[in-house]
């Protein structure tokens, strides 16, 4: 059972470059959201898929992209990276509607010089 | 805005030293609070949701209760395998797919 697979694990970027994080579910999910996680303020919604064809933006979109590719895929885009992006970053999946949890992949430690 | 509170943001125990994790929440309509488990380099791990006041759940040495206005998270004997940060989460009434606030958690130390 993979569940909720992201790739890379790690990747180090200079200022400005670009990148795009990837992230896979195998579980038929319909929602599927993206995170970032810094040291004291918890995990923090950057946009969020609620059904394939649809993304809306969380609590802190501005820098990034998302691309909902299909049902199983949601790829998170960083035009023009700055150290402020530096985190780790978390997708997670759920069904969506109802209380079922979301399911977390095993994050991407991005580091921006 | 939905809001959670962890506290306290640390905790070191005494193997089978038991002791209380604290959530404090609002939301406009509680539709669910959820417990997770994350362990150093991996994904939160999903252990609890909790609909109502009242509730309680289980699961080993954890034990989930909740109240109008917060959650509490109990540890009954620990061993060191009960080492994690303990993050609570929170979905509203106002939200349909599944969104959740959660708080900023709390680091689990438990020494032999």
Redesign the interface.
């Known amino acids: 059972n993979a569940g909720v697979t992201q790739t890379p694990k790690f990747q180090v970027l200079k200022t400005g470059q670009s990148m795009t994080l990837q992230c896979a579910q195998d579980m038929n999910h319909n929602s599927m959201y993206w995170y970032r996680q810094d040291p004291g303020m918890g995990l923090r919604l950057i946009y969020y898929s609620a059904s394939e064809g649809t993304t809306d933006k969380g609590e802190v979109p501005n820098g990034y992209n998302v691309s909902r590719l299909n049902k199983r895929e949601f790829s998170l885009r960083l035009e023009s990276a700055a150290p402020s992006q530096t985190s780790v970053y978390f997708c997670a999946s759920s069904p969506g509607q109802g209380n079922q949890p979301q399911h977390f992949g095993d994050g991407t430690r991005l580091s921006i010089l | 805005e939905d809001q959670?509170t962890q506290s306290p943001?640390a905790l070191r125990l005494q193997e089978g030293e038991s002791s209380s994790l604290n959530c404090s929440y609002t939301v406009s309509g509680l539709?669910?609070l959820?417990w997770?488990r994350q362990d150093p380099?991996?994904?939160?791990?999903?252990l609890f949701?909790l609909?109502s006041a009242g509730e309680e759940k289980e699961k080993e040495r954890l034990k989930a209760t909740l109240t109008k206005k917060e959650s509490f998270l109990h540890i009954t004997a620990p061993k060191p395998e009960d080492s994690a940060t303990y993050?609570c989460?929170v979905?509203g009434t106002t939200d349909?797919?599944?969104?959740?606030q959660?708080?900023?958690?709390t680091q689990v130390v438990v020494t032999p």
């Open positions: 959670v943001e539709r669910g959820f997770y380099g991996k994904g939160p791990e999903f949701t609909y993050l989460a979905r349909s797919w599944g969104k959740l959660f708080g900023a958690g």
